[in-house]
């Protein structure tokens, strides 16, 4: 399809100019080959739909966007889920980045705390046959401990500080990504990985723009 190969190009234009901050001239080949494969329109409402393969957020409704594709392709990629991964994604928002990690890693558990989202998104991943996929309505700044520990942990809403639940349910050797920061002074996507002294280590990978992390805590 045209506007998907669009897409990658345009993921391809600014991995290269932020090879700086992201430290890499390309994306891992896996990473990109999900978002070949996911429908990104399909995660849209019908207005919308023409804009679907456009390099840039779109609003989902009750004030919350989709994550702009090179940056769903890019924390797919600090994340480096694998087919025995355990992924949990903290903002379901339309389920997008969900479908792209459930095509990598082996079970998805996605946390959304609007729960017309998140029935709107389960609906749509249920259509496009994801059966490896659990949502949850609720506070995902608690994690799912239930369903810990995770090899992988995304944030798609930005944090002052990263959730020290989140922290407590990464499994060895996990990696935690998420936006850190007030709106007003500027967000880093963080990268938490283990260094090899078995101690967390922290990157700040690249300034964004995210919507806040809302709820009680
Ligand atoms: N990954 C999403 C991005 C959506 S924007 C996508 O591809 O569409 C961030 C989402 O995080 C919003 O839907 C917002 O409602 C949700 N969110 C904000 N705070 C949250 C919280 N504490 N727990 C769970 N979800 C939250």
Partial sequence: ??????MLQDIHAEVALTRR??????????????????????FVDAEMRRYAYDNGPLPIGHGQ????????????????????????????????????????????YSIEIVPPL???????????????VHLRTGDGYHGWPEHAPFDAILVTAAAPTVPPPLIEQLAAGGRLVIPVGEPAFGQELRLLEEGTDGELETHDILPVAFV??????
């Fill in 1 to 6: 399809m045209q506007d998907l190969k669009r």
């Fill in 21 to 42: 901050y992201i430290k890499r001239d390309k994306l891992d080949d896996a990473v990109l080959a999900a978002m070949r494969k996911v429908p990104r329109h399909a």
């Fill in 65 to 108: 966007t989709i994550s702009q594709p090179y940056i769903v392709a890019l924390m797919t990629d600090l994340a480096r889920p694998t087919r025995e991964s355990r992924v949990l994604e903290v903002g379901t928002g339309c389920g997008y980045q969900t479908a792209v990690l459930a095509e990598l890693a082996a079970e998805v």
């Fill in 118 to 132: 998140a029935e709107l998104a389960a609906e749509r991943l249920r259509r496009l046959g994801y059966q490896n």
């Fill in 212 to 217: 806040p992390l809302t709820g009680g805590h």
